[in-house]
């Protein structure tokens, strides 16, 4: 394809605006791992019986006898009597198949060095790194936190973890050490696993020491494994703090993979709800392994010999955790792994990385790619990208126009798209386009996948044919989250109470279309997408309220061009505040509780929210006066002329994000 930008560029993709979907290039469907419609109707004709076949591409220790026992739903139980080990399906397999010196992942790092990490070389180190553990006095069961930027070491440390059955905790490198230390108490974590610093676009964080001052308060906190990446100084308290090369130099390089239950925990890995305090999701081993193994090959046509993949996540987020390590890695494939932003050092990084590795699937989030095409179509015609031939987005709504210079400028208009609907409790990818079969629309993740089965319901629980509503799941599936740590309770109320225990209430609301395909409109809750990450506005509330000249703070989202979603604050200071350049001091003292990703874009101060008779913050009202709408119901507000007031002072505010 000719490369087109600038007015061009513009009119070019208005007019595919027009175009109602795109089926796979027959090229594609051709060689395609799934190119039959046929296969929807098969696994919907035996779910379990596709379940069961799918996780025979596995190496179980011990067969499962029970397929599924949901008898005491919600809580399921997948592959019972079965007995696998994560680690050994991840690396050993393939390099008692001969391909140890294939490359898991090509390594590169923020000033452009390289590493290409062996599936050889994994085993030997998950093996050390899993003695390493056990010497510190880890068993099975015992949780692991690991807060480690984007290295190969945070491989390692997962699977060392799952090698010998402990659940690991991974908090992603951008929360603020408050927030691990907030992880790692609720996990009863034993070990933290960290780094002496991490790199941030051409800076160092000194992360061991910052965390010394959170964890030094955690009573189940018995060492400190520490990972040299940035050859940052770190105090290292005799007895607590171990050196990650030294531990792993001392190691026996063998340690044999124990054989777990296939529902042993694998992880636990935070996330936010509704209310302050972040959700423990609980993932376990076979099933989240079948889950995972299972939509990274046929969703991703995943052909480990020839094809790099590239998921662009994080590895504390879920998509790195099924995308990055599990999913990839059971698949015996080669990845690319990348340290820093999209934009540093420059805005060519990621398009050099995939020319330099010759990426031929690649997975990102569409703020992302709003970013890159705020950025303009140069950079990436620059480079040779014809190695792509699959294009997935995660994590949020895509705009139409975003998924369409994604496919044209990205995939030079001949890579099929996924939009990939699925979340951190779901553990694999569950609403999607099949690229071999599927005419994707832009902006609609279309349907669910074979074997999984979501409905749009109405309020009262029942399908609709056609329009808005909210999107649930009817049955269980192998990746889904088993409890949320230590809190039963608040499972079955935050999933499976409102049209009871059959139904998983995803909290998203979504619309059916009249081809019977999905679109996902956002959360239901108050649970706030920015940039793909997921927050929830009573974290960022209490972390505003903690600041000591704050009296009251309500969050709420705003659309965002670039983000999606971008918070606004609406903040009472304590009386006699002079608020005058506070704004920064707020976005601080959010970035030190929560982490810089939590920040308010604006911040409106103001001697009154809007509230019910009954006291109650009107949010909706907020999220009105900060997208500057037209104000809905005012009558049960207990003062009116409040809004009045708010609207005033968020005529002339500025976002005051750097
Ligand atoms: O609102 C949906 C949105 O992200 C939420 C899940 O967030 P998290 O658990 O952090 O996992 C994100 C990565 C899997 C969902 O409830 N979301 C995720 N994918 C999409 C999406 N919204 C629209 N389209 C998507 N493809």
Redesign the pocket.
């Known amino acids: 394809m000719t490369k087109i930008t600038g007015t061009d560029l513009a009119d070019h993709l208005d007019a595919l605006l027009e175009v109602d979907a795109f089926p796979p290039p027959e090229s594609f469907a051709q060689a395609a791992l799934w190119n039959d419609p046929a296969i929807y109707a098969e696994a919907d004709a035996d779910p379990e019986g596709w379940w069961d076949r799918h996780a025979r591409a596995l190496h179980w220790d011990e067969p499962w006898h029970t397929v599924l026992d949901w008898s005491d739903k919600p809580f399921a139980k997948w592959y019972l009597g079965g007995k696998i080990n994560a680690s050994y399906n991840c690396v050993d397999r393939h390099v008692e198949a001969g391909n140890g010196d294939r490359v898991a992942f090509y390594w590169r790092g923020e000033e452009g060095e390289e590493r290409a990490i062996t599936y050889a070389w994994l085993l030997e180190q998950v093996q050390r790194a899993a003695n390493a553990l056990t010497s510190l006095g880890v068993g099975p069961g015992d949780v692991v936190g690991i807060y480690l930027p984007m290295i190969p070491e945070v491989v390692v440390a997962m699977l060392a973890c799952a090698r010998i059955g402990a659940p690991h905790n991974v908090v992603f490198g951008g929360f603020a050490v408050e927030a691990v230390g907030e992880r790692m108490a609720e996990s009863e974590a034993k070990v933290l696993i960290t780094v002496d610093g991490a790199r941030r676009r051409g800076k160092t964080v000194p992360v061991k020491r910052e965390i010394d001052h959170t964890l030094g308060t955690l009573p189940s906190m018995a060492h400190l494994l520490v990972v040299r990446h940035t050859g940052t100084e770190c105090p290292m308290t005799a007895g607590r703090d171990v050196d990650w090369d030294q531990a792993l130099a001392a190691a026996d390089p063998l340690a044999p993979a124990t054989p777990f239950d296939a529902e042993h925990p694998l992880f636990i890995l935070y996330?936010s709800g509704s209310t302050a305090k972040p959700k423990g999701i609980l993932h376990t081993t076979g099933g989240y392994l079948v889950g995972t193994a299972y939509t990274t090959k046929y969703l991703f046509d995943l052909h480990p010999e020839t094809d790099v993949f590239w998921c662009s996540a994080d590895v504390g987020?879920?998509?790195g955790h099924s995308y990055i390590v599990y999913g990839p890695m059971l698949n015996g494939a080669t990845s690319v792994m990348y340290e820093g932003a999209p934009d540093y050092p420059d805005r060519a990084t990621w398009w050099s990385t995939v020319e330099r590795y010759k990426v031929s699937i690649f997975y990102t989030a569409p703020t992302a790619i709003r970013a890159c095409m705020s950025w303009g179509a140069e950079e990436p015609n620059k480079h040779d990208l014809s190695s792509l031939r699959l294009l997935g987005?995660?994590?949020?709504?895509?705009n139409p126009k975003a998924w369409l210079w994604y496919h044209q400028i990205i995939g030079g208009g001949t890579c099929p798209v996924i939009?990939?609907?699925?979340?951190?409790?779901t553990g694999q990818i569950m609403i999607s386009p099949i690229p071999g079969i599927t005419a994707a629309k832009p902006g609609c993740?279309m349907r669910a996948l074979p074997g999984i089965s979501a409905e749009v319901v109405d309020n009262a629980g029942n399908p609709i044919a056609e329009g808005q509503g909210l999107l649930v799941l009817r049955r269980p599936w192998p990746g889904m989250l088993r409890t949320l740590y230590k809190d039963p309770k608040r499972f079955v109320a935050s999933y499976w109470s409102r049209f009871g225990p059959d139904t998983y209430v995803?909290?998203?609301a979504a619309r059916l279309d009249a081809d019977g395909d999905i679109w996902?409109l956002?959360?239901t809750d108050d649970v706030i997408?920015v940039a793909?990450h997921?927050l929830s506005t009573a974290e960022v509330e209490s972390a505003i309220v903690s600041h000591p000249k704050v009296a009251e703070a309500a969050v709420v989202a705003k659309d965002d061009e670039i983000t999606g979603q971008a918070i606004v604050a609406f903040v009472t200071p304590v009386e006699g505040t002079d608020t005058d350049a506070m704004d920064q001091e707020i976005r601080d003292h959010v970035a030190e509780h929560i982490g810089k990703l939590a920040r308010p874009k604006r911040i409106i101060w103001t001697y009154d929210l809007p509230k019910t008779r009954s006291g109650k913050i009107m949010r909706r009202l907020l999220r009105d006066i900060a997208a500057g709408r037209e104000l809905g119901d005012v009558t049960t507000l207990r003062d009116p002329a409040v809004t009045d007031r708010l609207r005033t002072l968020i005529a002339d505010r500025r976002d005051s994000e750097d």
């Not at 987005?393 to 895509?398: A, D, K, W």
């Not at 939009?419 to 409790?425: A, F, I, L, R």
């Open positions: 996330t987020w879920i998509t987005s995660v994590g949020e709504p895509i939009d990939t609907w699925w979340q951190t409790e993740a995803v909290g998203d996902i956002g959360r997408n793909g997921r």
